[in-house]
């Protein structure tokens, strides 16, 4: 996807399953692309089920005058599901966090428990992703927040924006301005690092590795610039694995997967 084309087209057609990460990256690349082309097409998966769970979870809401679906969205006959659900939101300032904050909160209390230490650290951790996509990724779109929970599997959670990743603002600071993208996110999960030199700073994306971790089995994703990076808990035992993703990710994006 260039600057200035003037028709781009997305492709997701041949899709048959779209995790909370893919439907926040999904629309945040159509929105950046209806920012810069004349005219966009979303090819809409042919499979049923999932065009429908699309328009439910508000994929295709308040889509820019210029982009174009290749199938009609259906109607739907709305249930209400806050607790296994939450729409597609998007966020642009500290007040939407606030917002969103509480039904990321129902969603985590359908999964783990009313009152449990599990589900306010992952509404908690949620929320430091999101504040940072405000603060540091400068992104033309804001960022995307949705989440589902699956019957008897788990809950997914996924923040992502379109903005300068996690390698480029870190890099900023000089003490850290020689580091590799994957070296700048691994080094970002660190207490104390922080693109901004000041007392204090740097605790957000600790927190939210040491929030997920005590969440029982549970995965982390995080995609940006040329790295990605997984941490995996199971049983009290920690994996990371680190790879570099066959392009380059535009802005952030982060998954919390927590297994049932
Ligand atoms: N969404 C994002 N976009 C760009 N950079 C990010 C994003 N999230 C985190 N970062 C980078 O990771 C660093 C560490 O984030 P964090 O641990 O929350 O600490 P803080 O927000 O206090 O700097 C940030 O300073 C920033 O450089
Ligand atoms: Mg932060």
């Given at each position: 996807m260039g600057e200035n084309q003037d028709e781009v087209h997305l492709l997701a057609?041949?899709?048959m399953w779209l995790a909370p990460r893919e439907v926040c990256g999904l629309r945040a690349l159509i929105d950046s692309a209806a920012q810069v082309a004349g005219r966009v097409v979303f090819h809409s998966p042919v499979a049923g089920d999932l065009h429908r769970h699309l328009a439910r979870v508000n994929?295709?809401?308040?889509?820019?005058?210029n982009v174009e679906i290749t199938q009609p969205v259906p109607a739907l006959n709305r249930r209400d599901r806050r607790e296994r659900l939450l729409e597609l939101a998007r966020i642009r300032t500290t007040c939407d966090v606030g917002a969103l904050y509480g039904r990321v909160s129902d969603i985590a209390r359908g999964q783990?428990?009313?009152?449990?230490a599990a589900a306010r650290a992952c509404a908690t951790a949620v929320a430091a992703a999101m504040e940072n996509a405000i603060e540091h990724a400068d992104s033309p779109i804001g960022a995307l927040v949705s989440a589902q929970r699956y019957h008897g599997t788990g809950l997914e959670l996924a923040v992502v924006d379109l903005g300068r990743g996690i390698p480029a603002t870190l890099r900023q600071n000089p003490s850290h301005r020689g580091l590799s993208d994957l070296d700048a996110v691994q080094h970002a999960?660190?207490?104390?690092?922080?693109?901004?030199?000041?007392?204090?700073?740097?605790?957000g994306l600790a927190a939210l590795v040491h929030d997920v971790g005590r969440a029982g089995q549970a995965t982390l994703r995080l995609s940006s610039g040329a790295a990605e990076l997984t941490l995996g808990w199971d049983a009290g035992l920690a994996s990371v694995n680190q790879s570099i993703p066959a392009s380059h990710v535009r802005g952030t994006w982060i998954a919390v997967r927590l297994d049932a």
């Amino acid at each position: 996807m260039g600057e200035n084309q003037d028709e781009v087209h997305l492709l997701a057609g041949s899709a048959m399953w779209l995790a909370p990460r893919e439907v926040c990256g999904l629309r945040a690349l159509i929105d950046s692309a209806a920012q810069v082309a004349g005219r966009v097409v979303f090819h809409s998966p042919v499979a049923g089920d999932l065009h429908r769970h699309l328009a439910r979870v508000n994929f295709y809401a308040d889509l820019p005058g210029n982009v174009e679906i290749t199938q009609p969205v259906p109607a739907l006959n709305r249930r209400d599901r806050r607790e296994r659900l939450l729409e597609l939101a998007r966020i642009r300032t500290t007040c939407d966090v606030g917002a969103l904050y509480g039904r990321v909160s129902d969603i985590a209390r359908g999964q783990f428990g009313t009152g449990s230490a599990a589900a306010r650290a992952c509404a908690t951790a949620v929320a430091a992703a999101m504040e940072n996509a405000i603060e540091h990724a400068d992104s033309p779109i804001g960022a995307l927040v949705s989440a589902q929970r699956y019957h008897g599997t788990g809950l997914e959670l996924a923040v992502v924006d379109l903005g300068r990743g996690i390698p480029a603002t870190l890099r900023q600071n000089p003490s850290h301005r020689g580091l590799s993208d994957l070296d700048a996110v691994q080094h970002a999960l660190e207490d104390g690092v922080s693109s901004v030199q000041e007392q204090g700073r740097g605790a957000g994306l600790a927190a939210l590795v040491h929030d997920v971790g005590r969440a029982g089995q549970a995965t982390l994703r995080l995609s940006s610039g040329a790295a990605e990076l997984t941490l995996g808990w199971d049983a009290g035992l920690a994996s990371v694995n680190q790879s570099i993703p066959a392009s380059h990710v535009r802005g952030t994006w982060i998954a919390v997967r927590l297994d049932a």
